[in-house]
């Protein structure tokens, strides 16, 4: 198993990590009778893909000897009603000042993060849409 998750009502969830025993807490969301005092099940399917992008890229920038530290990504869901599901996420990577790379080396690096494996398990019917600000 990978983990395990307990609902502890009030709308929210207590999901554990088996192997490491890490913790992620959920809540609803305003919009869908919660107090969105932590994340919600949809902010981390968003989530998710920006940090497996930055994971697959990072993996593929160390194999490169390029160092990535620094990188911020900023996540922006954008939920659809009826029926109600995420319709897009928008994914903007700011990588870190004075970072010198050549095309060659960043159409790499995109690449690798736009074929993630959360990316690639999305519905295609959720819009993707990827900015790198190099």
Excluded at 39 to 55: I, K, Y
Excluded at 88 to 107: E, S, W
Aim: glycine letters at 6%; one cysteine or more.
């Amino acid at each position: 198993m990978t983990s395990s998750i307990v609902y502890k009502g009030e709308l929210r969830t207590e999901a554990t990590h088996l192997y490491s025993q890490s913790v992620v807490e959920t809540d609803a969301p305003l919009d869908n009778q919660g107090m969105a005092q932590r994340f919600s099940p949809t902010d981390l399917v968003a989530t998710a893909l920006g940090s497996c992008m930055m994971t697959i890229m990072g993996i593929k920038a160390r194999d490169m000897q390029i160092d990535l530290t620094g990188t911020k990504i900023e996540i922006l869901k954008h939920m659809k009603s009826e029926p109600r599901r995420i319709g897009a996420v928008d994914v903007k990577f700011i990588l870190p000042a004075g970072l010198q790379l050549d095309d060659k080396q960043r159409t790499i690096l995109q690449n690798a993060a736009l074929t993630c494996p959360v990316a690639k398990s999305l519905d295609p019917a959720i819009e993707q849409n990827v900015v790198f600000n190099w």
